[in-house]
């Protein structure tokens, strides 16, 4: 299920089909990834007003191919000034 809707939450999931969870530091990756998924969410309009600007967070969850979880970022509101 690519994404879904929780009451003030829209959760994207993504599964990176090369990888497998060991092959993975978690730390580098969710440092990273936050950072690139800030500065995209806060700067496309689509998600700066029709979400972060109405309250709503943005959680993007990252599974590796063998479906085990990797990392779980939130953007906030509060990340783009809101």
């Known amino acids: 299920m690519p994404a879904v809707g ?3 939450m ?3 999931n993504y599964r990176l089909v090369n990888v497998s969870a ?3 530091d978690y730390n580098k ?5 936050k950072e690139r998924l800030k500065e995209s969410a806060c700067n496309r309009s689509e ?3 029709n979400f ?3 309250g709503v967070t943005l959680r993007y969850s990252y599974f ?3 479906k085990q979880h990797i990392a779980t970022i939130d953007v906030t509101p509060a990340d783009c000034g809101y």
């Open 6 to 8: 929780a009451p003030g």
């Open 10 to 12: 829209l959760n994207y």
């Open 22 to 24: 060991a092959q993975v």
């Open 29 to 33: 990756f969710a440092s990273g990834a």
């Open 47 to 49: 998600t700066r007003d």
């Open 52 to 54: 972060l600007k109405k």
């Open 64 to 66: 590796a191919k063998d």
